[in-house]
């Protein structure tokens, strides 16, 4: 299994402002995944976010607005930049570990 | 990408009744897991089916993978109040395609 500290769990900020959420890992892994989850909806997945490397970003994501950092191999940070309330939704890091994806507890991002 | 669709979308159940979600991809899967999410909480995983035809177990959950690997099924037998919750299948290798999932509710 693989244990996901996450931080943030909550926050509400204004508009216009930036959020860094935090992700910690118990073990080394290779790649982190950040996914976002709108009120009511599924599991979009936002960027791969590779050691030593830019991260990748899926269709419709981009750095400017979502930065990562990925300074080792246990930790990772993404930012929600410039919010809108269009931003408001839970932001989940996440690792694959024997082909199973594990989930940190989520950040619960409300932007007013 | 992939696309994986789900059905249905909700599902309100009677305590103690059977009910079964579809999941469908637009091409074929390596593999297919299932995740549940409880209010507030955050997806779990609960298996992955990777054969073609594979059927596996757990408890009163039977998970079911298509002969083609593009569908599979979630079917709970006597639904309990514990059962409450998002019920997501999700296909692809490290970068996983998630269905909408379905919201199930029950009736006491």
């Known amino acids: 299994s693989a244990v996901i500290s996450q931080k943030p769990s909550r926050d509400i900020c204004q508009r216009g402002t930036s959020l860094t959420i935090q992700c910690q890992v118990d073990?080394?892994?290779?790649?982190m995944f950040w996914y976002r989850q709108q009120p009511g909806q599924s599991l979009t997945l936002i960027a791969t976010?590779?050691?030593?490397?830019?991260?990748?970003?899926e269709s419709g994501f981009v750095i400017d607005k979502f930065p990562i950092s990925r300074p080792n191999l246990t930790f990772s940070t993404l930012t929600v930049s410039n919010m809108s309330p269009e931003d408001s939704s839970i932001y989940l890091c996440?690792?694959?570990?024997?082909?199973?994806?594990?989930f940190g507890a989520g950040t619960r991002l409300s932007v007013l | 990408g992939q696309q994986v669709m789900q059905i249905p979308q909700y599902q309100h159940v009677q305590e103690g009744e059977d009910f079964t979600t579809y999941c469908n991809s637009s091409?074929?899967?390596?593999?297919i897991q299932w995740y549940k999410q409880r209010p507030g909480g955050h997806p779990v995983f609960l298996i992955q089916?990777?054969?073609?035809?594979e059927v596996k177990k757990q408890k009163r959950l039977t998970f079911q993978f298509g002969e083609a690997k593009k569908n599979s099924s979630l079917h709970i037998t006597a639904t309990q109040t514990t059962d409450v919750g998002t019920y997501f299948c999700?296909?692809?290798?490290?970068?996983?395609?998630f269905g909408a999932g379905t919201t199930v509710t029950v009736r006491a």
């Open positions: 996440s690792v694959n570990r024997d082909g199973i994806q594990y």
């Open positions: 073990s080394q892994v290779t790649m």
């Open positions: 976010a590779n050691q030593g490397s830019e991260a990748t970003y």
């Open positions: 091409t074929t899967l390596s593999n």
């Open positions: 089916l990777v054969k073609s035809g």
């Open positions: 999700a296909g692809g290798d490290y970068k996983l395609s």
